[in-house]
């Protein structure tokens, strides 16, 4: 592909931008009409033609010369071609579903590789695997593992909250308090899966200050609301959500200020919150001196917030972030429960939030017609794990575990294939994870770059980047379809997943089955003109497919509705029911109860967490880890890039500490500190910061895992926090991610510390 002077228009999951090749280098500028466009862009230059790219198809030189088998995935790669990579890939799977059944399958991958609805990596590689029987597939996300499980027994499902209850103009129209558990992260707010239009919440922040609302940041962190906003910070401990907020019902309760029209018509199972709250079920009342010492929030100001929140529109939030822990179901719980204290659930604006800040299209309205997929087809096969669950599948084949009520089995896994996305980005305890990866008898992965996944994999299959190819490009309640222009020329000898797994499906003879008969362009074509059909139904007039490409997108307008399921339930709960077991939000759960699983009851309560640092452990020298996703890159995509090199501290990743916890440890700016715990450790380098509250240490994820000996301990040299997070689940219930806290210990590291090599060359 010949270089243009012109600049081209492309997308990217945090928003749309033009770019150009021009001598070799690649040009990045936002696109015109995006108020606040993402500085992610500028990881994105540098990355084209890194270093780290894999340029052709490679084979562990060990697992060519002895064939498939379980072990240490270690040696060196030797080069193949393309037909040797997909003969050798076809026969494998050929061995394994011959001998073992697609049971034995393992259909990885996460959908954040590209923002293309047709050159999406998930979409490839599931609908490959089933056309030839099926694959053991995983459900929910590392993000929501638990509320995508909890919120349908009590309320609704979780994109029903995040997606449609609330949108930002009501937020700004109506909402005088809002409470913000977790915060709202500018950081998340430039990205959305599949992309986004325009950023718009930042303005909206602005508005809801400017109409002089009070915006209270709930958070260990004092920029998890944006610092050039005025906000009240009260800086929760970690894992003191749940107390907080059971201690302001209390107070609602105690001193008559609930709203006991609402709970009865609107809810069942008030009584047994009630007396767990105030304590009359177990001895414990959930009072203010109860929660003080567990939230660092003093009882007075806990009465204080509570009595506010009775006196005003008030809207509760909580992140992500909250339920990715132990017990991550309770902060959900509670915080529906006190909104439904409140009287406030289903008023426009106000009441209760799932998720808004935690990505850019949360708060938008809904699409008026629906964007394009790649049709997956149906999977033959039932076996699936929560996608929190990889490490205990491949370690524990035969094994049952508790599941949403079903007691599960995991399959005996013989083949992972791996495809656009990064598990030693997304999973905890990575030590485990790599130990888990010997399991196998074959791991094959598509990946762009020399990340952790392909530096253990047995066959790695070079993919193009975006930009080497043409897309279709839109998040969900997005307000634009972008037309993605391909700008460069594959790297090396790099081919789109389509047409690798093409390839391979023609040597397993499912190659009509999996292409449909069609090649790349003729699918683009074909999923645009199905939009233009779902856009003609609502009396949307869509371009022409040469208009559109030339224009480089079209406009979606929003749905017009009369209201948002919550609202239209709070009208008339009889005609609007929710799909619960009662048709209103279940406070006790009959349902959840019957499991009885002892780490998640019929009702919310307070369970303590094997990971929480409590003041004992404070005195005896550990810390609490908070590892949340970062600023300077979207989980672990283009950390090579200019921007997130440039937030690295002595070439690692930065740790944030508080001055209170730096001083008696010696550690200062720009020093290498050595984190640990009983699960591993990491280097990183310290930023001593008032921002952070004492006691907490914040150190994000995403740093390519770089594993070396180090004074005869292995460690991630680079600053990766999930060798110190634990991998277990969430609960019994919902077995999501648990792995935003931990507890860890911090000295300054004064031995050499030897230079990050992963995001600089590919494995010699």
């Not at 509760?316 to 991550?328: E, F, M």
């Not at 074959?442 to 190819?469: F, G, K």
Request: net charge negative.
């Amino acid at each position: 592909m010949s270089e243009g002077r012109d600049f081209q228009v492309h997308s990217s999951h945090w928003g749309p931008y033009e770019a150009r090749l021009v001598d070799g280098h690649l040009e990045v500028r936002a696109q015109a009409g995006d108020a606040d466009p993402a500085p992610l862009l500028e990881n994105i230059p540098d990355s084209l033609r890194h270093a780290t790219r894999v340029d052709r198809p490679m084979v562990r030189a060990s697992w060519l010369e002895r064939g498939p088998g379980p072990g240490p995935r270690v040696g060196p790669f030797v080069p193949i071609s393309w037909d040797e990579a997909a003969d050798l890939v076809a026969g494998e799977l050929r061995r394994v579903i011959d001998r073992h059944g697609n049971r034995a399958i393992f259909g990885g991958s996460y959908g954040w590789s590209s923002a293309g609805r047709f050159h999406h990596a998930q979409s490839h590689v599931h609908r490959f695997l089933n056309v030839l029987g099926g694959y053991v597939g995983s459900r929910a996300t590392y993000s929501a593992g638990a509320a995508e499980v909890f919120f349908p027994h009590v309320v609704a499902g979780a994109e029903v909250v995040a997606r449609l209850w609330h949108e930002w103009e009501d937020v700004v129209e109506n909402a005088e308090l809002v409470l913000a558990f977790g915060g709202l992260p500018r950081k998340n707010t430039f990205v959305a899966s599949g992309g986004i239009a325009e950023h718009r919440v930042d303005g909206y922040l602005r508005q809801l200050s400017e109409r002089g609302a009070t915006v209270v940041n709930l958070s260990p962190l004092r920029d998890d609301y944006p610092p050039h906003l005025p906000s009240t910070w009260i800086p929760v401990r970690p894992f003191g959500d749940v107390p907080l907020i059971l201690a302001m019902c209390w107070v609602l309760i105690s001193e008559d200020r609930h709203d006991t029209d609402f709970l009865d018509r609107y809810t069942v199972g008030f009584e047994q919150v009630r007396r767990y709250v105030l304590g009359e079920s177990d001895g414990v009342p959930k009072d203010p001196a109860w929660a003080a010492p567990l939230c660092d929030v003093p009882a007075d100001e806990i009465i204080a917030l509570a009595r506010r929140a009775s006196e005003a529109r008030t809207l509760i939030n909580t992140t992500h972030s909250l339920q990715r822990s132990q017990h991550g179901e309770q902060p959900l719980w509670a915080a529906l429960t006190l909104a439904c204290l409140l009287g406030e659930v289903g008023h426009p604006g106000r009441g209760y939030a799932y998720s808004l800040g935690s990505m850019g299209n949360n708060g938008a309205p809904p699409m008026a017609f629906p964007v394009p997929a790649l049709p997956q087809g149906a999977n033959p096969v039932r076996d699936f794990i929560p996608v929190a669950r990889i490490a205990d599948l491949l370690l524990g084949a035969g094994e049952t575990y508790d599941y949403d009520g079903q007691v599960l089995t995991y399959p005996d896994i013989r083949l992972v294939y791996w495809a656009g996305g990064n598990p030693f980005h997304h999973h905890q305890d990575l030590f485990r994870l790599r130990e888990a990866f010997t399991r196998p008898d074959t791991v094959v992965v598509h990946e762009q770059y020399w990340t952790s996944t392909a530096r253990l994999a047995d066959i790695v299959l070079p993919a193009t980047v975006s930009l080497e190819r043409r897309d279709l490009g839109a998040g969900r309640h997005d307000r634009r379809l972008i037309a993605m222009h391909q700008v460069a020329a594959p790297h090396g000898e790099a081919r789109d997943d389509f047409e690798i797994l093409a390839s391979i499906a023609e040597r397993l003879g499912v190659a009509r089955a999996y292409t449909g008969g069609r090649s790349s362009d003729v699918w683009l074509r074909e999923m645009y003109e199905d939009l233009r059909g779902s856009a003609a139904d609502v009396g949307v007039s869509a371009p022409s497919w040469d208009e559109f490409w030339r224009a480089g997108g079209m406009p979606i307008p929003p749905q017009p509705r009369e209201g948002s399921p919550i609202e239209l339930f709070r009208r008339d709960p009889a005609t609007h029911r929710l799909p619960t077991p009662s048709g209103r939000i279940e406070l006790y759960s009959e349902e959840i109860a019957s499991f009885g699983y002892d780490d998640c009851w019929g009702h919310v309560a307070w369970f303590e967490s094997t990971e929480r640092v409590s003041d004992r452990d404070l005195a005896d020298g550990w810390l609490q880890l908070l590892a949340n996703n970062p600023a300077t890159r979207l989980h672990s995509q283009l950390d090579p890039g200019s921007f997130s090199q440039a937030s690295k501290v002595a070439g690692r990743e930065p740790v944030r500490i508080h001055p209170d916890d730096a001083g008696p440890r010696g550690i200062g700016d720009g020093d290498v500190v050595l984190i640990s715990n009983e699960r591993g450790a990491c280097l990183a380098g310290a930023v001593v910061s008032p921002d952070v509250k004492a006691g907490v240490v914040q150190l994000s994820t995403g740093a390519w895992f770089e594993p070396v000996e180090v004074d005869g301990k292995e460690l991630c040299i680079h600053g990766n926090p999930n060798v110190l997070t634990a991998d277990v689940g969430t609960s019994r219930l919902t077995q999501g991610c648990s792995g935003q806290l931990a507890r860890v210990r911090v000295a300054r590291f004064d031995g050499r510390a030897p230079d990050v090599r992963v995001t600089r060359a590919a494995p010699g």
